[in-house]
């Protein structure tokens, strides 16, 4: 599979992103490659799928440059629906990050089952700062992660937040010092390991059922809002800044 690696050990599984050179950015065809293994039915054998990066930042979000190419933004979209397949596989996902986590890159994180951090980490959705908004669905998991008041300060501000104030808040699970990481995850695997599997995977779907009642919500007007603004000249705008390293000019067009 292009642009992650997957290794196999024992009853735990690997996948990392390998695109340190562009900050593990998700182009699309990572985005294939990931949506392909998590709708691969796993091995018996299998009780863990592990979730890594290459390089000093876990994952930018999604590739500007490349940004167009994504196809749909909405609640179908490719990013969406790589998320989406996290949550229903059946198996319990632990995502480790080592360095910064920022808008696609964070909300990769948080629609795992546990996140153990480096102190060095943060993460961020720093949408409204390139004139973009989140899709009710990447909206929707930051409110049931963080909760309504954190949810304004990450969406609203955009600033990335440290590890150790997420963990704080009970938004990841663990934030620990950069030479304590894969301890701290190896330990989170172990214990997955060693527990039922048919009782990891029926307490996963259980709590994914309770949950289900948010896709029901009627938000066509939300999306049209944010479609707004992801085709406004300040998006373009934002997104151009980005790119290059400047400051935006919003217009508010």
């Known amino acids: 599979m292009a642009r992650i690696r997957i290794t196999r050990d024992g009853p735990v599984t690997t996948v990392t992103l390998t695109r340190p050179e562009k900050r593990n950015a998700l182009d699309t065809q990572m985005l294939d490659a990931l949506y392909e293994f998590c709708t691969t039915p796993p091995a018996p054998t299998e009780r863990v799928v592990v979730i890594r990066a290459e390089g000093h930042v876990f994952c930018a979000g999604i590739d500007l440059a490349k940004r ?5 933004s909405g609640d179908d979209s490719p990013v969406v629906k790589v998320f989406h397949s996290i949550e229903a596989h ?3 996902f632990v995502c480790v990050v080592q360095g910064a986590a920022i808008a696609g890159g964070c909300e990769l994180a948080l629609h795992c089952d546990f996140v153990v951090a480096s102190t060095r980490a943060r993460f961020g ?5 390139i004139g ?3 899709t009710w669905a990447l909206a929707q998991k930051l409110l049931e992660v963080a909760g309504p008041v954190m ?5 609203l501000l955009g600033d990335p937040l440290p590890a150790t104030k997420m963990a704080a808040l009970g938004i990841v699970g663990r934030a620990v010092k950069p030479e304590d990481l894969d301890e701290a995850a190896n330990e989170v695997i172990a214990r997955l390991s060693e527990n039922a599997p048919l009782s990891l995977q029926a307490i996963k779907a259980l709590i994914n059922r309770e949950m289900a009642f948010r896709d029901t919500i009627e938000h ?5 809002l944010v479609q707004a603004a992801r085709h406004s000249h300040d998006a373009k705008e934002g997104i151009a800044a980005k790119l290059e390293k400047r400051q935006p000019n919003f217009t508010g067009q």
């Open 68 to 72: 167009q190419r994504q196809g749909s």
């Open 151 to 155: 949810t304004r300060e990450i969406l």
């Open 125 to 129: 959705m720093s949408l409204a700062q």
């Open 220 to 224: 066509a007007g939300v999306d049209a």
């Open 90 to 92: 059946p198996l319990p």
């Open 132 to 134: 973009l908004a989140p």
